[in-house]
């Protein structure tokens, strides 16, 4: 007989709420039922066509991004096709023109998902700056990228874009934008290129499209040190010299995300005691403990998808632990245990 459910009440919500139901495998590893089938996922993401009359099968931006799965026809070589060819027309109206930086996570859809990105910026001639070593680049590198770029700059700016669903589940694919500015697109900017990539959906005119090879070799394809350049500058914004000569025992587990290769980095470059507590991507993310619906969710705020750095806790003076694209952080302190990322901020 399963265990029964149990709930509990967030502290840092309001009361009124109801109780969240607590699925019996949350916080343990997650079953060979719960993994995704990546090669079927990734070949629905290339053979299925989206019927633009079903709602469910259209583009739809939330945080600054289209989220769906191949499997739901919701996220497909035609929505990422039609969303960046609405990004290159957004750019032309707003007079963005300078390199558009382009980043992705780990998600089992993100690489395909890149390649049709390519090929349609390749198609429209935008210089798009690619990650040296064709690696993953985590949504703060973009941003990183593009403030750095726009510094100082009044014209030939610079924006971006990252393949990410942040920290939906395996089997979901996503794409977002990043304006100049560097930070999430404002629902303006979404609300236009979600109206334009429909229309794109409905009727592929003004669709521009290269295959991946012609795409790659573009003179406008161009590769971009995003992991060398985002650690050797951030001792300018953490005094991390402070954080060596406190010798603190830190950990680091990137669930599987695109900062992965960047912690050893930090580390190295830093003197630092930090452990990176797993270093595996794999596209199931069936290392991540189910989260409190019966889900894996690369959940970095959520107790049960940490419960693997929660255990480690005393080992440790602090732990952090982040999503796919690394936008998000938990925190982990041996007094504490998991704590609100926004109280240890402030």
């Given at each position: 007989m399963?265990?029964?459910?149990?709930?509990?009440?967030?502290?840092n919500?309001?009361?009124r709420?109801?109780?969240?139901?607590?699925?019996?495998?949350?916080?343990?590893?997650?079953?060979?039922?719960l993994l995704i089938?990546?090669?079927?996922?990734?070949?629905?993401?290339?053979?299925?066509?989206?019927?633009?009359?079903?709602?469910?099968?259209?583009v739809?931006?939330?945080?600054?991004?289209?989220?769906?799965s191949s499997?739901?026809?919701?996220?497909?070589e035609?929505?990422?096709?039609?969303?960046?060819?609405?990004v290159?027309?957004?750019?032309?109206?707003?007079?963005?023109d300078?390199?558009?930086?382009?980043?992705?996570?780990?998600?089992?859809?993100?690489?395909?998902?890149?390649?049709?990105?390519?090929?349609?910026?390749?198609?429209?001639?935008?210089?798009?700056?690619?990650?040296a070593?064709?690696?993953?680049?985590?949504?703060?590198?973009?941003s990183?990228?593009?403030?750095?770029?726009?510094?100082?700059?009044?014209?030939?700016?610079?924006?971006?874009?990252?393949?990410?669903?942040?920290?939906?589940?395996?089997?979901?694919?996503?794409?977002?934008?990043?304006?100049?500015?560097?930070?999430?697109?404002?629902?303006?900017?979404?609300?236009?290129?979600e109206?334009?990539?429909?229309?794109?959906?409905?009727?592929?005119?003004?669709?521009?499209?290269?295959?991946?090879?012609?795409?790659l070799?573009?003179?406008?394809?161009?590769?971009?040190?995003?992991?060398?350049?985002?650690?050797?500058?951030?001792?300018?914004?953490?005094d991390?010299?402070?954080?060596?000569?406190a010798?603190?025992?830190?950990?680091?587990?990137?669930?599987?995300?695109?900062?992965i290769?960047y912690?050893?980095?930090?580390?190295?470059?830093?003197?630092?005691?930090l452990?990176?507590?797993?270093?595996?991507?794999?596209h199931?993310?069936?290392?991540?403990?189910?989260?409190?619906d019966?889900?894996?969710?690369?959940?970095?705020?959520?107790?049960h998808?940490?419960?693997?750095?929660?255990?480690?806790?005393?080992?440790?003076?602090?732990?952090?632990?982040?999503?796919?694209?690394?936008?998000?952080?938990?925190?982990?302190?041996s007094?504490?245990?998991?704590?609100?990322?926004?109280?240890y901020?402030?």
């Amino acid at each position: 007989m399963p265990a029964p459910r149990q709930t509990y009440q967030p502290t840092n919500l309001p009361s009124r709420l109801p109780p969240v139901t607590i699925h019996e495998l949350a916080g343990k590893p997650a079953p060979a039922s719960l993994l995704i089938d990546v090669p079927c996922l990734v070949s629905s993401y290339y053979t299925q066509r989206p019927d633009p009359s079903d709602a469910s099968q259209r583009v739809s931006f939330g945080t600054s991004g289209h989220r769906g799965s191949s499997f739901d026809v919701s996220f497909n070589e035609d929505h990422v096709w039609c969303v960046v060819q609405a990004v290159c027309d957004y750019r032309k109206t707003r007079g963005v023109d300078g390199p558009l930086f382009l980043g992705k996570d780990t998600h089992a859809l993100s690489e395909p998902a890149h390649r049709s990105t390519l090929e349609v910026l390749a198609a429209n001639r935008v210089e798009v700056m690619m990650d040296a070593e064709s690696g993953y680049t985590p949504t703060p590198a973009v941003s990183h990228a593009i403030l750095t770029y726009n510094q100082g700059r009044r014209s030939e700016l610079a924006d971006g874009i990252i393949i990410t669903p942040s920290h939906n589940p395996p089997g979901d694919g996503g794409i977002k934008y990043n304006p100049p500015h560097g930070g999430p697109a404002e629902s303006e900017i979404t609300a236009w290129i979600e109206d334009r990539a429909n229309r794109l959906l409905e009727n592929r005119q003004g669709l521009k499209r290269w295959n991946y090879r012609q795409a790659l070799s573009s003179p406008t394809t161009h590769r971009h040190p995003y992991r060398e350049n985002y650690v050797s500058q951030l001792d300018q914004v953490v005094d991390l010299e402070a954080v060596r000569s406190a010798e603190l025992r830190l950990a680091a587990d990137a669930l599987g995300g695109a900062g992965i290769r960047y912690w050893d980095a930090i580390a190295e470059r830093y003197r630092l005691k930090l452990t990176l507590i797993d270093g595996r991507v794999d596209h199931t993310f069936a290392f991540v403990p189910v989260d409190h619906d019966g889900k894996i969710r690369m959940d970095c705020s959520s107790p049960h998808a940490m419960a693997g750095l929660v255990e480690l806790k005393d080992r440790y003076d602090l732990a952090f632990g982040n999503d796919p694209d690394f936008d998000r952080h938990g925190i982990v302190t041996s007094s504490g245990g998991l704590m609100n990322p926004n109280h240890y901020l402030a």
